[in-house]
């Protein structure tokens, strides 16, 4: 079936990087984008960005430009976000879904997600 | 501050319908017929309900519904269920250098 299988958790100290890997299988995964989502304990969802599985085009949430760095691997269907310099808000569940096509809004399939703490 | 903005609560009984409103301007939800609804359960992943205003994925129930009037998108769920209780939040494509921008997310309870 169609799943997207993430990392596991992970535990960081402010300033350090986290980069959380994104497993897909059971369809082509050079047809559709990735994009990555968080949520804050207790809070909303908040978009982080997109990456073409097909070219690697990526589009990023301003408020992180400089600070994530999207990536994909063909070879092994295999998504990742890479984020540098941490801050303890940065403590969330990180989810990565498949984008239709057509709409970079639109996202379909969810990893489990991956729970990412910063603390000193 | 989320972008658009969402009732924090709604409410119904079994059988009943609901609406939950997602507010945005003509920057995002009034610009775009790109507006995308998802339901969450507590410690669960987010799950498509709705896309492109009005669209349901395969497999979602007709029970829900998506319009759009102006800067205003609304998700309608009607004969409602204990299995709908749930978080709700709206998403839209906006024209600002985010692209994609969620609702505060709305909490449906099931009475």
């Known amino acids: 079936q169609v799943q997207l299988v993430q990392s596991g958790a992970e535990v960081k100290k402010p300033g350090a990087s986290v980069k959380v890997s994104c497993k897909a299988s059971?369809?082509?995964?050079?047809?559709?984008?990735i994009s990555w989502v968080r949520q804050a304990p207790g809070q909303g969802l908040e978009w982080m960005g997109w990456?073409?599985?097909?070219?690697?085009?990526?589009n990023y949430a301003q408020k992180l430009q400089g600070r994530v760095t999207m990536t994909t691997d063909t070879s092994t269907s295999t998504a990742y976000m890479e984020l540098r310099s941490l801050r303890s808000d940065d403590t969330a569940v990180y989810y990565c879904?498949?984008?239709?096509?057509?709409?970079?809004?639109?996202?379909?399939?969810w990893g489990q997600g991956t729970m990412v703490t910063v603390s000193s | 501050q989320s972008a658009l903005t969402q009732p924090a609560s709604v409410s119904g009984s079994p059988g009943q319908s609901i609406t939950i409103s997602c507010t945005g301007t003509?920057?995002?939800?009034?610009?775009?017929?790109?507006v995308s609804w998802y339901q969450q359960h507590p410690g669960k992943a987010p799950k498509l309900m709705i896309y492109?205003?009005?669209n349901r994925p395969s497999g979602v129930s007709n029970r829900f519904s998506g319009s759009k009037s102006g800067n205003t998108a609304s998700l309608t769920i009607s004969g409602l269920q204990a299995e709908d209780e749930a978080d709700y939040y709206c998403?839209?494509?906006?024209?600002?250098?985010?692209?994609?921008?969620f609702g505060g997310g709305t909490k449906l309870t099931v009475l």
């Open positions: 003509s920057s995002d939800v009034g610009g775009y017929n790109y």
């Open positions: 998403s839209s494509y906006t024209s600002s250098s985010t692209h994609v921008v």
């Open positions: 059971g369809y082509t995964f050079t047809s559709y984008g």
């Open positions: 990456i073409s599985a097909y070219n690697g085009n990526t």
């Open positions: 492109e205003v009005s």
């Open positions: 879904a498949r984008t239709l096509p057509i709409d970079l809004n639109a996202f379909d399939i």
